[in-house]
């Protein structure tokens, strides 16, 4: 059964406390996403990976970091520093290559809320 | 739900008829368009997508429409079911050397039986 998986699909940070959502796709997709999903607006992108052991700055990327140590997984941490992490995010990947334009399939989301 | 159409623009349609949900793009230049469907505390879920080549796509009970003089996208949605009640939101690239998308906040559709 192929597709994207996010976990958990709740999170609940502390103040001061970093927090790691994770992605994963059984797709064989090169390139992943992470997006980032407030009450009434468009998604916004964080972080994207174009290939595995690569990786780049979104439109919002403070206070966030990745990884993409392996093809099919991208983890997200939520630091300390992002202030305002109260959100729904979405991983998302497509099958990447240069140029172009293609779709991305999205996961399920993880809720992130403070306590 | 999880507050993902808080604040938009609401559709409301009787079951059993066609949904109509519009969508306007901002550079004449975009040459593929996705669209997608939220439902409350999911992910989005890709229902058609189109290329500027073309003027229209169909699918099973969804049909895109491409208006490029006036930058204009719609879904049509045909025979519309409750379980088509969602957000509805369509993507428009906006870096063309890696593909990278702005993604419109949607318009949620209410189907009523």
């Known amino acids: 059964d192929g597709g994207i998986t996010q976990s958990p699909k709740y999170l609940f940070r502390k103040e001061g406390q970093n927090v790691t959502l994770s992605c994963e796709q059984n797709?064989?997709?090169?390139?992943m996403y992470w997006y980032r999903q407030d009450p009434g607006q468009g998604l916004r992108l964080i972080y994207y990976s174009q290939i595995v052991n690569d990786f780049q700055k979104g439109d919002i990327a403070e206070g966030y970091s990745v990884s993409r140590e392996k093809k099919e997984s991208f983890p997200l941490t939520v630091t300390s520093a992002q202030k305002n992490p109260t959100a729904f995010y979405l991983c998302?990947?497509?099958?990447?290559?240069?140029?172009?334009?293609?779709?991305?399939?999205f996961g399920p989301g993880t809720r992130l809320l403070v306590l | 739900g999880e507050n993902v159409g808080l604040h938009l623009p609401t559709l409301s349609v009787q079951e059993g008829d066609n949904s109509i949900i519009n969508c306007a793009y901002s550079n004449s230049a975009s040459d593929y368009f996705i669209w997608y469907k939220q439902e409350s505390g999911k992910g989005p879920q890709f229902i058609i997508d189109?290329?500027?080549?073309?003027d229209k796509r169909q699918g099973q009970r969804v049909t895109v429409l491409l208006n490029k003089t006036v930058k204009h996208l719609s879904l049509q949605i045909a025979a519309t079911q409750p379980g088509d009640s969602a957000v509805y939101f369509c993507?428009?690239?906006?870096?063309?050397?890696?593909?990278?998308?702005?993604f419109g906040s949607g318009t949620k559709l209410n189907v009523k039986p």
């Open positions: 993507a428009e690239p906006y870096e063309y050397n890696f593909n990278k998308f702005y």
């Open positions: 797709l064989n997709h090169d390139a």
């Open positions: 998302a990947s497509s099958i990447g290559g240069p140029g172009g334009q293609e779709t991305q399939y």
């Open positions: 189109i290329r500027s080549n073309m």
